[in-house]
């Protein structure tokens, strides 16, 4: 597969170690970004023209019927989504506003299901295609104070595994995979100690960096993982051993 992959949140962390990673093959990449364009702009242009960025909310109900259109205008058939922008609002549940809680999970479950709703009618067309959603360890071992971001994350590895059954037999393949703790800017704000006590449970002391989670993304992608449908892939150094 060497068409177009659309990558959500692909401006920072994870999600710009994954559209780096695909330039390095030389394929095409359509990103999106929702803050900070003079970074999604830098890395357009240290693309060398292989990637391409659009301003996407994932909260914009509308958009990613829109926007899909847009990007295989201007760089061809979209052959891969890679569902990896999210938002967080920690609190205890209990301190959780009926507000938050439904911006939580609709950004990060319900964004990844209508950017999956407009790729997927292209990639039964062509009876080809692979999708890999980014949860998140969150979903698995729980974190308190991240109810909300876990049951949305939780909820994208279902939704994998029943697309993946939905789609199989039209040649689409859908994976998740669930990062560890990852040193992005999504957790800029975790309290230390509650990052000490992540980083104990690791297995590895390396840890899990962009790059990490990004080469298992990419494989996931290629060829060499077609007969790996309806998965969720911890990448996590080691967490849950």
Avoid at 91 to 115: I, K, M, P, Q
Avoid at 178 to 197: E, S
Wanted: aromatic share 4%; with cysteine; hydrophobic share 50%.
């Amino acid at each position: 597969m060497s068409g177009v992959v659309l990558v959500t949140g692909g401006s920072r962390g994870i999600g710009r170690a994954v559209v780096r990673a695909l330039v390095a093959q030389g394929r095409p990449v359509a990103f999106t970004f929702r803050d900070g364009e003079h970074a999604a702009r830098a890395l357009e242009n240290e693309s060398g023209g292989l990637a391409r960025a659009w301003r996407f909310d994932l909260r914009d109900r509308a958009r990613p019927g829109a926007i899909v259109p847009e990007m295989q205008d201007a760089l061809g058939a979209i052959e891969a989504l890679v569902n990896n922008a999210a938002i967080r609002k920690d609190a205890l549940l209990a301190a959780t506003s009926d507000a938050d809680w439904d911006d939580v999970v609709d950004a990060n479950l319900g964004g990844a299901f209508r950017c999956c709703r407009a790729v997927i009618p292209g990639m039964i067309a062509r009876r080809s295609g692979s999708i890999v959603n980014v949860a998140s360890l969150t979903a698995i071992r729980g974190v308190a104070g991240q109810a909300s971001y876990g049951a949305a994350k939780a909820g994208l590895i279902g939704m994998t595994k029943s697309l993946a059954r939905e789609l199989g037999r039209r040649n689409i393949r859908v994976n998740a995979v669930v990062p560890g703790l990852v040193m992005t800017d999504m957790i800029g704000d975790m309290p230390p100690d509650r990052l000490k006590a992540l980083r104990a449970i690791e297995a590895l002391p390396s840890g899990t960096t962009p790059d990490d989670v990004a080469a298992t993304i990419v494989f996931l992608l290629s060829e060499g993982a077609r007969a790996i449908t309806g998965q969720a892939i911890l990448v996590d150094a080691g967490s849950t051993a």
